[in-house]
């Protein structure tokens, strides 16, 4: 495995700490220095730094980042005041400064404030942490991690990643249970200060990460899908272990933003009549944009274990189908009496967040409180119940996930599938959330269910919110 960042074009690699600690210095205006790294070759040009800001200086003074050889300084660049945000924060060098000698440990970089001493970095288990990046470039590999920034030397250039296609596969899994950390430099996709990644929209994309996404203050992971249903964005998450990695934004105001927003879907009608069949459609209460290969679930007529399951086969009209059990199937009949004014609801969405196994469940954690995020109409597939584990949409913040589907888990002794544990105001702010679906999250804690938990929160509306078991013979 390697560190890699994004240059624009392919990617550089890494060259520094070893380790990220919580520990901070101050940054001074006689500067903090890193330990020692050595050159790899003589060949390769160092490109720029990465830092993690801990806390910006307050005292007004722009960040400079120096190459040092030797313990004399090579070359400089600078974060100005404006452009300084917490968290991972990576500077340019206008020249590339060529290595030039193999003595070990003769490369340190040194971090100066320009006024005077304010504001902390994050520090290595010895001296400053940072990572220079070098000029090997070319492809991502396939247990490489990756880091994308914008360049800053004296004004920020925002740099963006495209990714398109179905074979975007990379990263170690390297850390585990990331969570809302400040730190980390373990993500399979580290995202800071003016970089963004984002899904190409013209068509279907997928990204398989192994490990986790980790986004800071300044930075975007976008997967919105299109506005055209067929064109779906997917995000398949490889973890470790059940439940090791996921997606995540550091916390509080170290905190990036995600967009996984999908296409908007009518999530629900009623049930009025028919069994499904050509013959004898089923037939709903309201005018539904349910499409044919949309997964629906029809809601029991007496009680929930008489649930079913069905996709639409054939689209008569917007009030009238025809449904078998699997995408593209024979068309096959309601089994059961479902009552005149069943709610059922369509689970289908073109973005989707899933693991690589049903197996290997994923956790997020939406811990930023300044970027609002937003997971509306996104199918989340196999999130971890465990204990300790949920997903967070909006821990710190008002971030939306109106239209969400929370399918399936991987654990039928589990605790809650999704979470609004809020801190700091978001505890009391007035949300409201419509439309969310929950099918078989089921957990042993919770008399058989494992949904939505409420802790530390207060003024949070639900409209619509739909917790569907699944039919009795696919329950464990």
Same mark, same amino acid.
């Given at each position: 495995?390697?560190? !890699?960042?994004?240059?624009?074009?392919?990617?550089?690699?890494?060259?520094? +700490?070893?380790?990220?600690?919580?520990?901070?210095?101050?940054?001074?205006?006689?500067?903090?220095? +890193?330990?020692?790294?050595?050159?790899?070759?003589?060949?390769?040009?160092?490109?720029?730094?990465?830092?993690?800001?801990?806390? @910006?200086?307050?005292?007004? %003074?722009?960040?400079?980042?120096?190459?040092?050889?030797?313990?004399?300084? !090579?070359?400089?660049?600078?974060?100005?005041?404006?452009?300084? #945000?917490?968290?991972?924060?990576?500077?340019?060098?206008?020249?590339?400064?060529?290595?030039?000698t193999l003595t070990a440990s003769a490369y340190t970089c040194r971090v100066k404030n320009s006024v005077g001493s304010s504001g902390t970095l994050r520090t290595a288990a010895s001296g400053l942490w940072f990572a220079f990046t070098y000029d090997s470039t070319g492809a991502i590999g396939s +247990?490489?991690?990756?880091?994308?920034?914008?360049?800053?030397?004296?004004?920020?250039?925002? !740099?963006?990643?495209?990714?398109? %296609?179905?074979?975007?596969?990379?990263?170690?899994?390297?850390?585990? @249970?990331?969570?809302?950390?400040?730190?980390?430099?373990?993500?399979?996709?580290?995202?800071?200060?003016?970089?963004?990644?984002?899904?190409? #929209?013209?068509?279907?994309?997928?990204?398989?990460?192994? %490990?986790?996404?980790?986004?800071?203050?300044?930075?975007?992971?976008?997967?919105?899908?299109?506005?055209? !249903?067929?064109?779906?964005?997917?995000?398949?998450?490889?973890?470790?272990?059940?439940?090791?990695?996921?997606?995540?934004?550091?916390?509080?105001?170290?905190?990036?933003?995600?967009?996984?927003?999908?296409?908007?879907?009518?999530?629900?009608?009623?049930?009025?009549?028919?069994?499904?069949?050509?013959?004898?459609?089923?037939?709903?209460?309201?005018?539904?944009?349910?499409?044919?290969?949309?997964?629906?679930?029809?809601?029991?007529?007496?009680?929930?274990?008489?649930?079913?399951?069905?996709?639409?086969?054939?689209?008569?009209?917007?009030?009238?189908f025809v449904l078998c059990t699997t995408p593209g199937g024979a068309e096959v009949a309601l089994a059961n009496t479902h009552t005149a004014g069943t709610y059922m609801a369509n689970m289908t969405r073109n973005s989707i967040i899933k693991p690589v196994t049903t197996s290997l469940a994923w956790?997020?954690?939406?811990?930023?409180?300044?970027?609002?995020?937003?997971?509306?109409?996104?199918?989340?597939?196999?999130?971890?119940?465990?204990?300790?584990?949920?997903?967070?949409?909006?821990?710190?913040?008002?971030?939306?996930?109106? *239209?969400?589907?929370?399918?399936?888990?991987?654990?039928?002794? *589990?605790?809650?599938?999704?979470?609004?544990?809020?801190?700091?105001?978001?505890?009391?702010? @007035?949300?409201?959330?419509? *439309?969310?679906?929950?099918?078989?999250?089921? %957990?042993?804690?919770?008399?058989? #269910?494992?949904?939505?938990? $409420?802790?530390?929160?207060?003024?949070?509306? $639900?409209?619509?919110?739909?917790?569907?078991?699944?039919?009795?013979?696919?329950?464990?």
């Open positions: 495995m390697a560190l !890699k960042t994004f240059n624009g074009t392919d990617f550089d690699s890494h060259l520094g +700490s070893a380790t990220i600690t919580g520990s901070t210095a101050t940054m001074t205006l006689a500067g903090i220095t +890193s330990a020692g790294v050595t050159a790899p070759n003589l060949v390769n040009k160092i490109t720029g730094a990465w830092i993690c800001v801990a806390t @910006a200086p307050a005292n007004g %003074g722009n960040i400079t980042v120096e190459i040092m050889e030797s313990a004399v300084s !090579k070359a400089t660049a600078q974060i100005n005041s404006a452009d300084i #945000q917490l968290g991972m924060n990576y500077v340019r060098f206008t020249t590339p400064y060529q290595f030039t +247990s490489d991690d990756m880091w994308v920034g914008g360049f800053n030397d004296a004004g920020l250039t925002t !740099k963006t990643l495209t990714l398109s %296609g179905t074979s975007n596969t990379w990263g170690s899994k390297a850390t585990t @249970a990331i969570g809302s950390t400040t730190q980390t430099m373990g993500a399979a996709l580290t995202i800071g200060s003016g970089g963004t990644v984002v899904y190409d #929209q013209s068509a279907s994309t997928t990204l398989t990460i192994k %490990g986790s996404v980790w986004v800071t203050a300044g930075g975007l992971f976008d997967m919105r899908a299109s506005a055209t !249903k067929s064109i779906v964005s997917t995000l398949i998450i490889d973890s470790t272990a059940n439940g090791d990695q996921g997606i995540f934004t550091a916390t509080g105001t170290t905190g990036g933003q995600i967009l996984t927003t999908g296409a908007t879907y009518d999530v629900y009608t009623t049930y009025s009549s028919g069994l499904g069949t050509a013959a004898s459609p089923m037939i709903v209460g309201t005018a539904w944009d349910a499409d044919v290969g949309d997964e629906i679930i029809i809601g029991g007529g007496t009680d929930y274990t008489k649930n079913e399951l069905r996709y639409i086969k054939t689209r008569n009209s917007s009030t009238s956790y997020g954690v939406n811990a930023g409180s300044t970027a609002i995020s937003s997971f509306n109409y996104t199918r989340c597939e196999y999130i971890d119940n465990t204990s300790g584990k949920s997903f967070f949409p909006a821990l710190n913040n008002g971030s939306t996930f109106d *239209g969400l589907v929370a399918y399936q888990s991987p654990s039928f002794s *589990g605790r809650h599938c999704m979470s609004l544990a809020n801190s700091g105001t978001e505890a009391a702010a @007035a949300r409201t959330h419509t *439309g969310v679906i929950l099918y078989n999250t089921a %957990g042993t804690n919770y008399s058989g #269910q494992s949904g939505i938990a $409420f802790s530390s929160t207060s003024n949070k509306t $639900f409209n619509y919110c739909f917790h569907f078991n699944a039919p009795a013979a696919t329950t464990t």
